[in-house]
């Protein structure tokens, strides 16, 4: 998104990233409910921080008892796009 809207670079804090992976995780938290046996939750976000992705998914993947599948960053240097990530948590044992 950065390299669209150069003026994120400028507006965005770090503290910003610590306050959006917050909200990131109590939006996992709210879909576990969802979640039916063998079910799985995409998380996807358009960043390529670690604190509010792959260090994200982990630590909630193993505070939850769930498996972390595959996940893909996407670098805005290595793809000519905009940054992102996703990642497939899944109960374990499925």
């Known amino acids: 998104m950065i390299r669209r809207r150069v003026d994120v670079r400028w507006r965005l804090q770090p503290s910003d990233i610590d306050d959006l992976a917050a909200i990131q995780t109590e939006i996992l938290t709210n879909a576990l409910p969802c979640l039916k046996p063998g079910g799985?939750?995409?998380?996807?976000?358009?960043?390529?921080?670690?604190t509010e992705n792959t260090d994200l998914?982990?630590?909630?993947?193993?505070?939850?008892?769930?498996?972390l599948g595959k996940s893909v960053?996407?670098?805005?240097?290595?793809h000519g796009t905009d940054g992102a990530?996703?990642?497939?948590?899944?109960?374990?044992?499925t």
């Open 40 to 50: 799985r939750i995409v998380y996807s976000t358009c960043s390529i921080e670690d």
């Open 73 to 78: 960053r996407i670098l805005p240097t290595e």
């Open 85 to 93: 990530f996703a990642a497939v948590l899944k109960v374990a044992g």
């Open 57 to 67: 998914v982990k630590a909630f993947a193993e505070t939850h008892g769930l498996k």
